[in-house]
């Protein structure tokens, strides 16, 4: 098997002296069963990293504990550090609303609210910002063409989010995740329950969206990661260890020359 990278040019904004996220030895666990064992790597800045392994290798756990959203609906743990522009974001101190904020996520299926394109849109920036009604209608406009959902929303604002098709419910997603003007976008499959066309969308989307965010995306489709990302993770799994990192590096790398057996075989399909 092989991977194109070719569509993904070097993006001119990228600074590689700066890093997004700093993870050092990072644990993950539920309880007390381990997921995430010892990773440590750095997220560039306007840069998509892709995170790829077998099922179970705790590529969501990792994803999850960057802005610490695990711990909404599990007894999730960590151990190690992830720093966020410098600052750890397992202190005490931090504030997890303001957080999860600076780095939004975008799940596996669309979830928009139960409400209103615009009120989906609006919500966030209403619980963080005061704004006026003129502002906010700006940002809701902003959020949506960044999105690349308003030209088929525009007229259809006050319609329920439901009545949308899967790809535009998760491009609206997208879109609410915006609005707050987060720094980092963890995106958790974010195509696997779109057909595709809906999911070209979205890679052209994630294309263009590095111009101003970092994004992290966990994609079980191996052309993806090569079409979409500039670095890859390779994470797995065996009897001796659980969710570890196996190579990181850029994908134009790890899809044509992986310095990893592990990465190769899996990569060419024989594993996994
Ligand atoms: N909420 C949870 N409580 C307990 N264990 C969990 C929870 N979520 C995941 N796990 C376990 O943690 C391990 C890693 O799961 P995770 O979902 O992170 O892997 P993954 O690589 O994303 O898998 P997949 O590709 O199948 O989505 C698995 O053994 C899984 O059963």
Known sequence: ??????????????????????????????????????????????????????????KSTFLKSLNRISELD?????????????????????????????????????????????????????????????????IVENSLRGAALWDEVKDNLHKSA????????QRLCIARALAVKPKILLMD?????LDPIATMKIEQLIHKLRDEFTIVIVTHNMQQASRVSDYTAFFSTDESRVGYLVEYDRTEKIFSNPSDHQTHDYISGRVG
């Open 1 to 58: 098997m092989t991977y194109s990278t070719k569509t993904m040019t070097p993006n001119p904004r990228a600074n590689p002296h700066q890093i997004a996220l700093n993870i050092h030895h990072l644990n993950c666990y539920y309880g007390r069963k381990c997921a995430v064992e010892g990773v440590s790597m750095e997220i560039y800045p306007n840069q998509v990293t892709a995170i790829i392994g077998p099922s179970g290798c705790g």
């Open 74 to 138: 599990s007894d999730a743990v960590y151990e190690g550090n992830v720093e966020f522009f410098g600052q750890n974001i397992f202190d005490s101190q931090v504030n997890l609303n303001r957080l999860r904020k600076q780095i939004g996520m975008v799940f596996q299926k669309p979830n928009p609210f139960p409400m209103s394109i615009y009120d989906n849109v609006a919500y966030g920036v209403k619980l963080f910002y005061q704004v006026s009604r003129s502002r906010l209608d700006a």
């Open 162 to 169: 439901l009545s949308l098709s899967g790809g535009q419910q």
């Open 189 to 193: 499959e974010p195509c696997s329950a």
